[in-house]
């Protein structure tokens, strides 16, 4: 088995047993939270008034749980970057790698400096600091890519296209339009001209001059002929006609 069926094996079965949201969303509260704490820790060391050698151990093993969760936390990321983007390489998503990077080698240092005991308050508070920092920066950038993502909400009718917008597409495409070719949005697609025409790309996407882009293939196993039509008659009426319409879904040709 592969990474990629690894990792759509490991997501159906959670699907199966109804867990159908990313998993790195719920696991990046925990390095977050423990390198918050330790930042507070840290700063308390450095009060003569407070018992600062407690507060400095306290801050270096909070600080080293954050290493230990960064691990799963990362790898849950690729794994729902695989799952629910494609594995495209939208900026954010290269912001965020290298941020998460940055993070591990402050961790790596902080932790190492904590466990050596004499390292002055001064030099360790900084790099607490920056930690706190990244984490800031990565926590906004992962609000973008979550939140100013979202698919627009449409009639009832749609809701099943929107659910296979907002878990494969809108990474790429939110609100219609395209990260990576901005130059090529949703509306005025050629390829939105009939259902048929629309399958036929999703199945083996491609730019204009017929060469490979960044959009990866939907295999059946990914998206069902049922989903690819469900998602046809959502961008077709909510995202690029986003106007109210009383139509049902259509069940033959356009």
Known sequence: MNHSSFVNAFYDFLDRIGYMHP??????????????????FILLAGFERFHRFRFRVSAHYVLTLALLFWFPTVLFGIMDWQRY??????????IKMVLAAVLLILLVIGVALGYRGTTSIRILAPIYGLCFATVLVLGYYGGQ???AGLAPAGPAIYQAGEKV?????????????????????????????DFETFERFVRSPHMPDGSAGAMPPFTT?????????????YIKHVIVNPRPSKKTLHTGKD
């Open 23 to 40: 998993i790195h969303p719920a696991m990046v509260h925990m390095p977050i939270a423990f390198v918050v704490g330790g930042t507070v």
């Open 85 to 94: 983007l494609g594995g495209a390489w939208l900026p954010i998503i290269k």
């Open 145 to 147: 890519l979550v939140y």
């Open 165 to 193: 917008f907002d878990n494969n597409c809108t990474g790429c495409h939110a609100h219609g339009g395209n990260v990576i070719a901005p130059n090529l949005p949703l509306a005025g697609a050629p390829e939105l001209t």
């Open 221 to 233: 196993s990914k998206i069902s002929a049922k989903e690819a039509r469900a998602l046809y008659e």
